[in-house]
């Protein structure tokens, strides 16, 4: 504007002249712009000299139109516009337009224009002025096209972009961001909060962007963000503040590249390298790595380990300390060359391990290029070699050895081509063939090969050559003295590399003795090999170590199995799966003790039944004792076994059924008094079963009062043969009393001892209530025969009182008439004659009781009296035991039979001892002792005496004691021995009394015995009626 | 003696039967005899006697009953038993009853003439 006012004023003047050579023409003239003044039409009237400078167009040629000339042609029309435009100029409304030079070079000029009015105000012209702005447009292009740029970059970066205000507010996300986040801008304003980061990452990041916001650090993290479709991805993000001037934060910058495929692959990488390092760590050998100098940088633990060196220790070069001095320069000086020359390393070297022992090891390394061939790395291990080393020292030292040995054993030595010919024989067999080693060699030896052998072993050994197979033979050899003796000849082949035979070696064994041994051992298996086929069990041997190596014929007909499926272990299969456990245990003590063994199992047999058998095993030792086989034998004891089952169950059984009835069982062999009591013996006699039992031991438990009756039934068992039953007292340590009934049974053993058999039975409870029963029954008895009695007695006194009332009633009457006066004699006679009829009549009462005492005529029989006698001690036992009765029986032996009514007879029996036992019932002062005694007098009488110790016979009385109705006792009627005597005195025989020489009383009776007539007699009957028996039945039967 | 006093045997026994009632006789009652209590109460002399002397066993009626029998039908007739079978649960039943004498066979002639004067004798 200035310069549009300034310039309009020279312009007013101008307008008037031509020339502008006032001072004011000056100033135009030196405007670093260019001016024209011009027509509204265009048509120019000047231009001033910057003009002409500048376009090089003169003036003149510019006047006019021609200045128009220097517009760019695509900028001239909008320029003639404007200039012809009737508006009013408006400031800021610029125009560019691009002027061409002197030198044809176009530069845009700013252009202006300002009216030029006359004195009226009206315009009349236009001055237009041009600015060069090429400079300025210039730089605002470049700086333009840099932004553009910039912007580009920053919208195309494979990044999230960001800038944010000082304070943290989003300000700006590139294009990549929006699309990764998969937000718009203002959705992204909060989300920058931390929404898109993951959960777990979000405190530290949130955290880290607070720190830098305070305090102005870079921001550096590393975070997963959330992409649009839901992924996490790791991204490593970066932030700058862009500071002002005066160094406050304006702006930040933030930039997050995702780097989670690289993170990935760290990952990978680190989990892959961790793993090689476990691996290379856990190998089984050395490992190590140099740079390439040599200088070590990694040795893996087995290394460090064999060393005893710690990594620190051992990198670098301080591995060289593990070196055997003695290796230590030549593989130092061995690696230098392999490090200068890059080839790869393969040497030997001792190596001391932890313990200090040296040992040898190979060192192996190969260098590691890259692309470019240089080397990198090298890496090695370290072998263990010692062994090895050690091995070949020791070969090469026995080689040497070798050939001496082989000609100095005491064995024959050859070694032949592969086309049969012997090339070295050694010393030995040259001196047992009587050659020469050039005699021998080639095919030279046959010549002492029994022509019977020779093709034979041609053969073998041609086929051992065809097949390359090892080969034995057995042939005979003439020996250097003539004589042929069995040799055996191995040979085995040598292979190269390949595998093709280059040699055979072999040695010949002189099995002469041992071919003779084998040869009668062989007769004689054969022999035995058929008794052990044919014997009628199992048999069979194994190994050593258990490994069935034979089983006989049984043993397989037994089994169905086939040889081949017995051997070895096989044989386990047939056993019963509950006895393997058990039957194998047993073995391998027996095979590891040494031990013979017997065990029992069951085996299977063909047909599935299993059977038990008896597993018995013996080793079988040589010289020095040790086991080279065991022989065994299987026995089948199914049948025993079961019958032990069997009877182990019977025995459960009777010993339940003796617990449960308290019955013992026991047996007796006389001749050794060996006695065998079951377990419920025991139990009643209570002894320890362990106490071996004798008559000595069962006596001591028998109570002292029945001692003797026992101690006669044991005299009487031990002479005869018989079977008895008693029943007696034990009395046991604690003073209780118990019952037994024992019942034997007397047999004839095989070698004709007398053995009982016998059973002892607990009858206790069943005697006690026996003796309540029998004191009850007793005591009923009494009551009963006192009442029977008083009966008796009221109906005698009623059959007696009737007629002596009516005697005394008709004597009365018969005194009162005659003493009457005058005396009523007739009626006296009556009377009297009534009286004679009552007497008559109570004389009849007395002959009727007589008849019921009547006796009974005897049936005679034929008695033993002991037996008789027994069979009553028998019945009074427990009556006797309930008065404590002490009985001692002694009864003849050899006691003939006496004849006579044996129920009576007993009666008689019974009736002394029972007069024994009430005579001493009131005894309190010594034992109740009663003996009863058979015997044969002198008057070949049969006597039962019994003797008592009660209160004896009083001499005053004892001529009545066998009167009827006399009695010493206060319950007593006094009829027993007074029936007793007569019963005896039927059987001819006397009873009577004596006084003892100490206390108490013996009676005895005494009945004939029978005559040996009188026996005859008798058995001529029992003869004549089986006759008669006999001829009956035969009769009946015609 | 104005009139005599009528004593009534009653027993099954026949030597009894016989010899008592000249007995009784002798003392000087009049006598009656009775083979069973059941004659004795079918005949007219039941509301005459004075005195019965009665056997405790008999077949038939007992002595015992008999003796309840009369005392339910109001006679008040004193009662001499006599038995061959005595014992004191039957004496002592016998006298409890109101038996005017209880004799045990055989008796003599005073213990009977005491017994009957005994129940004869005025209440």
């Known amino acids: 504007l200035f310069v549009a006012s300034f310039v309009a004023h020279p312009a007013k003047d101008l307008s008037g002249g031509d020339s502008l050579d006032s001072e004011l023409g000056q100033v135009v003239n030196a405007f670093p712009g260019l001016v024209c003044t011009a027509l509204p039409d265009g048509n120019a009237d000047f231009v001033n000299r910057r003009w002409y400078e500048y376009s090089g167009i003169a003036p003149e040629a510019a006047r006019g139109f021609g200045w128009q000339r220097t517009i760019h042609p695509d900028d001239l029309p909008q320029l003639i516009v404007r200039w012809m435009s009737v508006e009013a100029p408006d400031e800021g409304r610029e125009l560019e337009a691009r002027l061409r030079r002197f030198d044809g070079q176009y530069r845009r000029f700013s252009f202006r224009r300002a009216p030029i009015a006359n004195a009226a105000g009206r315009i009349v012209k236009w001055c237009g002025i041009f600015t060069d702005v090429e400079n300025q447009r210039q730089a605002e292009d470049s700086l333009r096209e840099s932004r553009d740029r910039l912007r580009l970059i920053f919208e195309g970066l494979p990044a999230l972009a960001i800038v944010t205000s000082s304070s943290g507010d989003l300000i700006h996300a590139n294009r990549y961001c929006l699309d990764y986040l998969g937000a718009t801008f203002e959705e992204l304003k909060d989300w920058e909060r931390g929404h898109s980061y993951h959960p777990d990452d979000r405190p530290s990041v949130l955290a880290a962007w607070r720190h830098s916001l305070e305090t102005g650090a870079p921001y550096v993290i590393e975070g997963r963000r959330r992409r649009a479709d839901g992924v996490y991805r790791w991204f490593h993000t970066r932030g700058f503040p862009l500071r002002d001037g005066k160094g406050n934060i304006d702006l930040w910058y933030l930039l997050a590249t995702d780097f989670d495929d690289l993170k990935r692959a760290d990952e990978a990488v680190s989990a892959s390298e961790r793993k090689l390092k476990l691996i290379i760590n856990t190998i089984p050998a050395t490992a190590w790595s140099t740079r390439p100098d040599g200088y070590c940088d990694f040795l893996n633990e087995r290394w460090l380990a064999y060393a005893g060196l710690s990594s620190a220790e051992a990198e670098g070069w301080g591995w060289g300390s593990a070196i055997h001095p003695d290796d230590v320069k030549g ?34 390394a190969n260098p590691l290029r890259d692309e470019s061939g240089e080397i990198v790395q090298w890496f090695g291990t370290n072998i263990d070699v010692d062994d090895q080393k050690r091995a070949e020292q020791a070969v090469l030292a026995s080689e040497q050895n070798l050939r001496l040995i082989v000609n100095t054993i005491p064995g024959f030595a050859w070694s032949a081509s592969n086309d049969g010919a012997a090339e070295f ?25 029994h022509p019977d052998d020779l093709n034979r072993l041609v053969s073998i050994w041609a086929n051992a050559r065809a097949t390359g197979q090892p080969a034995e033979v057995e042939a005979r050899h003439r020996r250097y003295d003539g004589e042929y003796r069995w040799l055996l000849v191995r040979t085995r082949p040598l292979r190269d590399a390949g595998g093709a035979v280059v040699k055979w070696y072999g040695v010949c064994a002189d099995i002469e003795d041992r071919k003779r041994a084998e040869d009668a051992l062989l007769a004689r298996e054969r022999s035995l090999n058929e008794i052990v086929n044919v014997i009628p069990t ?26 081949e499926q017995a051997i070895g272990w096989g044989w386990g299969s047939i056993l019963h799966p509950d006895d393997v456990g058990g039957l194998v245990e047993h073995w391998q003590f027996c095979l590891a003790s040494g031990t013979p063994g017997d065990t029992e199992a069951r085996m299977r047999r063909h047909d599935g039944e299993y059977r038990w058998f008896l597993f018995r095993a013996n080793p079988l030792r040589d010289e020095t004792g040790t086991i080279v086989k065991w022989i065994g034998t299987n026995i089948d004891i199914d049948d025993r076994k079961r019958a032990e089952e069997e009877l182990r169950r019977s025995e459960a059984f009777l010993a339940k059924g003796q617990r449960l009835s308290m019955t013992g069982s026991l047996s007796w062999r006389v001749s050794t008094d060996e006695m065998v009591w079951s377990d419920e013996a025991y139990r009643i006699f209570e002894c320890d079963p362990n106490l071996e039992v004798t008559p000595g031991l069962m006596f001591s438990r028998v109570h002292p009062e029945d001692v003797p009756t026992i101690d006669e ?48 039975q607990d009858v206790t409870q069943r005697r006690l209530s026996d003796v309540a029963i029998g004191k009850a029954r007793s005591e009923l008895a009494h009551a009963a025969r006192v009442m029977s009695l008083g009966t008796l007695t009221a ?21 009162r008439m005659l003493a009457a006066v005058p005396p009523n004699v007739d009626g006296a006679l009556e009377t009297a004659n009534r009286t004679i009829r009552d007497g008559n009549r109570a004389s009849e009462v007395i002959v ?31 009556e006797l035991q309930r008065k404590q009765v002490m009985l001692w029986p002694e009864f003849a032996t050899d006691l003939p039979p006496a004849m006579g009514d044996r129920v009576q007879l007993q009666q008689v029996i019974l009736n002394l001892l029972l007069n024994a036992a009430d005579a001493m019932s009131d005894i309190k002062d010594r034992p109740k002792n009663v003996v009863i005694k058979t ?14 110790v009660g209160v004896g016979i009083d001499p005053l009385t004892a001529n009545r004691l066998f009167d009827s109705f006399y009695t010493t006792k206060a319950g007593g009627m006094g009829i027993g021995l007074s029936v007793s005597r007569s019963i005896i005195e039927s059987h001819r025989g006397h009873l009577w009394a004596e006084s003892n020489d100490g206390p108490g009383a013996t009676f005895t009776l005494a009945i004939p015995r029978m005559t040996d007539d009188e026996m005859g007699a008798r058995f001529d009957d029992a003869l004549r009626n089986s006759t008669e028996i006999v001829a009956q039945s035969l009769a009946g039967r015609s | 003696m104005a009139t005599r006093a009528l004593v009534s045997i009653v027993d099954d026994d026949e030597s009894v039967r016989e010899s ?29 006697t004075d005195c019965l002397i009665l056997d405790v066993a008999m077949p038939g009626m007992p002595g015992l009953e008999l003796q309840q029998v009369l005392e339910r039908q109001g006679r008040d007739v004193p009662i001499v038993f006599i038995t061959a079978h005595g014992n004191a649960a039957s004496r002592t039943r016998a006298m409890s009853q109101g038996a005017a004498g209880y004799l045990l066979k055989p008796f003599s002639a005073a213990d009977l003439l005491d017994a009957l004067h005994s129940a004869l004798k005025p209440k």
């Open chain 1, 713 to 760: 039934m044991v005299k009487r068992a031990r002479k005869s043969c018989r079977d008895f039953e008693y029943e007696f007292r034990l009395l046991m340590p604690d003073e209780k009393v118990k019952y037994v009934r024992l019942v034997a049974h007397g047999t004839r053993n095989h070698d004709g001892g007398l053995e009982y058999i016998g059973a002892v």
């Open chain 1, 425 to 449: 024989i050694n010393q030995q067999y040259l001196e047992f063939l009587g050659l020469s080693e050039e005699e021998a060699r080639g095919w030279g030896w046959s010549s002492r090969v």
């Open chain 1, 795 to 815: 109906s005698i006194a009623h059959e007696l009182n009737q007629p002596l009332s009516g005697i005394i009633t008709n004597a009365s009457t018969c005194l």
């Open chain 1, 935 to 948: 015997k044969l007098d002198g008057k070949d009488r049969v006597c039962v005496v019994v003797k008592d």
């Open chain 1, 848 to 878: 009727r009781l007589r008849a019921l005492f009547e006796k009974k005529e005897v049936p005679p029989e034929l008695v033993d009296m002991n037996d008789a006698t027994r069979e009553v001690i028998a019945l009074l036992s427990t």
């Open chain 1, 331 to 364: 593989l130092v000086e061995y690696w230098q060359g392999c490090l200068a020359s890059g080839t790869p390393v393969d040497t030997e070297a001792r190596m001391r391990s932890h313990d200090g022992v040296y040992r040898w090891f190979l060192f192996r």
């Open chain 2, 20 to 48: 008592l009632p000249d007995l009784i006789k002798e003392f000087g009652f009049a006598v009656q005899v009775f083979p069973s209590a059941e004659e004795f109460l079918a005949s007219e002399y039941v509301d005459l």
């Open chain 1, 538 to 563: 199992t048999a069979w041997t194994t190994r050593a170590d258990g490994y069935c190596d034979f089983v006989n014929q049984g043993w397989l007909t037994y089994s169905g199995l086939s040889a």
